[in-house]
């Protein structure tokens, strides 16, 4: 006896065409429904902004003991811009964000919900390239949203003793956007280690050292070692909201920073979207 | 339609499954036996392509299921209950499955109705039992009406009532035409449920047939006789060849018809007070089967 297989519950014989838009709404929904989610990004938020607005605050606080040189001298060399985006605020949302970009991938292998996404899904590099998707541009809302609350927040509190500047400062913008880019970037290279390691916790040692131990290790005592330094995302973004001009032995452009951002977002995103294909799940 | 053609995967220098070939047919509820460690779920996980084999091939409906782009509309599986984010909703975790595959939402609805969740869909699956998860696999798997379905020992966890509707939904999905393949590690399980049975143990193809030919090797019959003259009944069902046990007044015996040993009692004027057969169980003829491949065996004295 033979039966042939007939669709009976109305979803029809044909199959839709494959659409890459429907893997990253896909995402998107796995994303959104998790509390977790939002716990995380609100309280990483919090962290940061709040870390710019205490500095901030406490220069407005011992503004009324400075000497009127010292005040001048404060705004010439442009510690207002500096207290837009502290580097202690760059270093927690960058390690924040960084464990959060792995979390995206992490939690699908730990769980084992990544063999029900496969199995459903066996192009694995679209469901990785939508997944990669959706953490940039979620984490590039975030970043924006921080950077510039936390640029309007410092510069309202400097106003309150004339030492804020605006938006048109000269530098400001690139603050602000430097600042917000830190978020998707590192949370790409988060989602790029854990989808290489594939287990939380050697995920996580292996994210705070490239995000947070390279940068310090490689200092400007030599070039060679200067020239690494360069090459971390922390001492990009430290070269970007330098104001003014610094002694160093080393001197490099924006335009090198920029390039440091792109090479580290795109080098993890690839990694984040092959890195699955080959390997037994 | 799933056809495996000589699959062999080794992790290391382990060999979970070594030159498996079988087909499973659409059209009837196949079962997929072995003890634990077989390599049951490694099969699985070939077929689905989540594992690459060492050698050989396997296809679903003439492809390497791999090659699809979505999967879905295509195989329909539950391998482990727990593959799951303990945070998300059933209905969640449905909706971007569904809509990854470009299901219509209303399909979400409709299986969790399906399977009896419609009720908890918007509770977190953290706080699901085994079988509510089951149940939530089930419905994962229905969602693209795929002509083939996997389970990976659907029936754990699940109560009485549970039981009973999978076997049901699974015998209904293989009278619609579909191939459905489910595994376990208990002959019960399947006696009831399976049409045609593949019995593999440590990686190796022990038997491929059908449940009737599967339980014509269990004819073996043992026969329990009662008799005041237990001691010289022995003596004479031995010399005939039997093999006989004594359990106090009774004795066990095999290897003779209960119509010879009427005769032989006949014969020598011995009087029986109780004379029945019994056939050995499916379960017993699948110990029998797969004794040699059990890997982790416990209780043997050494």
Known sequence: ?281 | MIEVNELTKRYGGTTAVKDLTFTVRPGQVTGFLGPNGAGKSTTLRMILGLHEPTSGAVTVDGRSFRDRPRGLRHVGSLLDAHDVHGGRSAVAQLSALARSNRIPQRRVEEVLREVGLAEVARRRIGGFSLGMKQRLGIASALLGEPPVLLFDEPLNGLDPEGVKWVRDLFRRLAAEGRTVFVSSHLMSEMEHTADQLIVIGRGELIAAESITEFSARSARQSVTVGTPAAAALRDLLTAEGAAVDTAGDLLAVTGVTSVRIGEIAMEHRILLHHLSTRSASLEEAFMELTADSVQYLAGDPQ
């Open chain 1, 1 to 281: 006896m033979t039966t042939t297989y007939a669709p009976v519950g109305g979803l029809g014989a044909d199959e839709p065409r494959a659409r890459f838009y429907d893997l990253v709404v896909a995402e998107w929904i796995k994303l959104r429904s998790l509390r977790s989610t939002w716990i995380a990004y609100g309280a990483t938020a919090l962290a940061v902004i709040a870390f710019n607005a205490g500095t901030a605050y406490d220069t407005y606080n011992y503004w009324p003991e400075r000497s009127a040189a010292d005040r001048a001298d404060h705004v010439r060399a442009g510690i207002p811009l500096q207290e837009a985006f502290t580097a202690n605020a760059a270093m927690v949302m960058m390690l924040a964000l960084g464990a959060l970009g792995a979390v995206a991938i992490i939690g699908e292998y730990s769980t084992g919900t990544i063999r029900t996404t496969f199995a459903a899904v066996p192009a694995r590099r679209s469901v990785m390239a939508a997944k990669t998707v959706v953490v940039t541009a979620v984490t590039t809302v975030f970043g924006s949203i921080v950077a510039g609350a936390s640029f309007g927040l410092t510069q309202a509190i400097l106003d309150g003793r004339d030492a804020g500047i605006s938006i048109s400062y000269p530098g400001a913008l690139r603050v602000v956007v430097a600042s917000a880019l830190l978020a998707p970037v590192c949370a790409v290279v988060g989602m790029a280690i854990g989808s290489l390691i594939r287990h939380t916790s050697a995920t996580m040692i292996a994210a705070v050292a490239v995000i947070l131990v390279l940068p310090l290790v490689f200092t400007e005592g030599r070039h060679w070692s200067a020239v690494a330094g360069h090459a971390t995302l922390y001492q990009a973004w430290l070269r970007h909201v330098e104001v003014g001009s610094r002694q160093t032995d080393f001197p490099w452009t924006t335009g090198g920073a920029w390039t440091v951002y792109a090479v580290w977002a795109l080098t993890a995103a690839v990694l984040a979207v092959t890195s699955a294909q080959r390997r037994d799940q």
